[in-house]
């Protein structure tokens, strides 16, 4: 069947055109000029014909995949599924808490194979730019690595680190490589809940390196500490340690330090800075027992220093290994995990109830208008809901 529609010639109309339709009132169109006085040039289309009427029955809804196939068809490497599952876990709705907790349990023994690498640093000191680099180098040596975030800033802007994905361009687009920008900010355990579950779904989906990328400003650091097995700090070379916001807490509890953009007229500074940091790293108290944080210079540019580090990453894994600290911190991980979602269940079951949400609005209306003190109001409103 051919185009209904047929173009007429433009025509000079004088207000009316056909007898057949029916005299509406006209509207002069906008864009007709003041003085044309009801003369004007127009276009005449034919009216499409409207379809006719089909008995046939309405679509029916696409399928969707159960738990169970959803998880067989993760394991066995379908991104989409991995995609589909990781958005479950993700969800707030409670209609898809026992989906994600049936592919949880499920994937649960195929996971937990994986090296996870926590990599933090200022916005700025190049975060993206070496998980694309780095991410690219443990590609080509074999590894299948993927890349999630975890953005104390996305609670408060909508923002997130992974956000601008074209700066992971080509690690974006290799099969070996899966990337998923942070979770979108979230009640019951917040982003730590849904990133630990992501990493268990990509462990499950065959990835052996997880890179969790988290913006170094102090509010991500420990909860990203307390997800993987080893936790990287990027420092920006040359730009001076007041100047990186980093805080000495944040240095205390990296396994290696990076210090990057050693490259072109910064080669000079980098290296100060490197040499500065290894003074600091000297005096400080390191978190796994054993090992003394390397400094390194690298450039996530020029690729500076990236084989070193992989090969520092290496080492660690074996110390760890070797020295039971890996297995036994991942246990005491679990623990931690289980204990902050019973808390975050138990505060949220807490103030769902409606005596204690009404009491609580009251008594936070009266420390507003200053009629209580905070820690007093506190004991009369446990006093009181107990
Ligand atoms: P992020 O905010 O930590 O993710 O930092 P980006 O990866 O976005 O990098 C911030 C800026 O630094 C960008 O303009 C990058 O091109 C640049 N950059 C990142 N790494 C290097 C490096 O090794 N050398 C140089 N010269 N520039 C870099």
């Not at 690219?136 to 909508?158: F, M, T």
């Not at 290894?278 to 390191?286: D, G, I, Q, S, Y």
């Not at 409606?354 to 420390?367: F, H, M, S, T, Y």
Request: net charge negative; with cysteine; proline share 6%.
């Amino acid at each position: 069947m051919g185009d209904e529609r047929r173009e007429y010639e433009p025509t000079v109309c004088e207000q009316s055109t056909s007898e057949a339709v029916p005299q509406l009132e006209r509207v002069v169109p906008a864009w007709v000029p003041e003085d044309a006085e009801g003369t004007y040039a127009s276009r005449e289309v034919m009216a499409v014909p409207a379809p006719a009427q089909t008995t046939r029955a309405p679509l029916a809804p696409p399928k969707r995949p159960t738990p169970a196939q959803l998880s067989e068809a993760l394991v066995s490497g379908d991104r989409t599924a991995l995609a589909r599952a990781i958005t479950l876990v993700e969800s707030n709705a409670p209609a898809h808490r026992p989906l994600a907790r049936e592919i949880l349990s499920t994937i649960l023994p195929r996971s937990n194979k994986a090296r996870r690498i926590g990599i933090s640093g200022v916005p700025g000191a190049g975060k993206s730019t070496f998980i694309e680099a780095f991410g690219n180098l443990l590609c080509d040596k074999g590894y299948r690595v993927a890349v999630l975030a975890v953005d104390p800033s996305s609670q408060i802007s909508g923002g997130s680190v992974l956000g601008d994905k074209t700066r992971m361009e080509t690690l974006s687009r290799r099969q070996e490589c899966f990337i998923r920008p942070s979770p979108s900010s979230g009640t019951l355990g917040g982003v730590g809940r849904k990133t630990r579950e992501t990493i268990l779904l990509c462990e499950a989906a065959g990835y052996d390196i997880i890179l969790v990328e988290t913006v170094g400003v102090g509010q991500s650091e420990t909860e990203v500490r307390s997800m993987v097995d080893c936790f990287l700090l990027l420092m920006l070379g040359g730009a001076g340690d007041e100047l990186q916001g980093i805080k000495k807490g944040i240095v205390e509890i990296a396994e290696i330090i990076a210090v990057n953009k050693t490259d072109g007229d910064n080669v000079h500074r980098a290296r100060a800075t490197r040499a500065e940091l290894e003074r600091v790293v000297a005096f400080l108290h390191h978190v796994t027992e054993g090992w003394t944080p390397p400094v390194l210079s690298i450039s996530a540019v020029t690729g500076l220093g990236l084989e070193d580090l992989w090969r520092d990453i290496e080492k660690f894994f074996t110390h760890t290994q070797t020295a039971g600290i890996f297995a036994e911190r991942r246990r005491e991980q679990a623990i931690v995990w289980w204990r902050a979602l019973v808390e975050n269940e138990l505060k949220a079951r807490f103030f769902a109830k409606p005596n204690v949400a009404r009491l609580a609005e009251k008594i936070q209306r009266d420390i507003f208008e200053g009629r209580i003190a905070p820690s007093m109001a506190a004991e009369e409103f446990l006093a009181a809901v107990e």
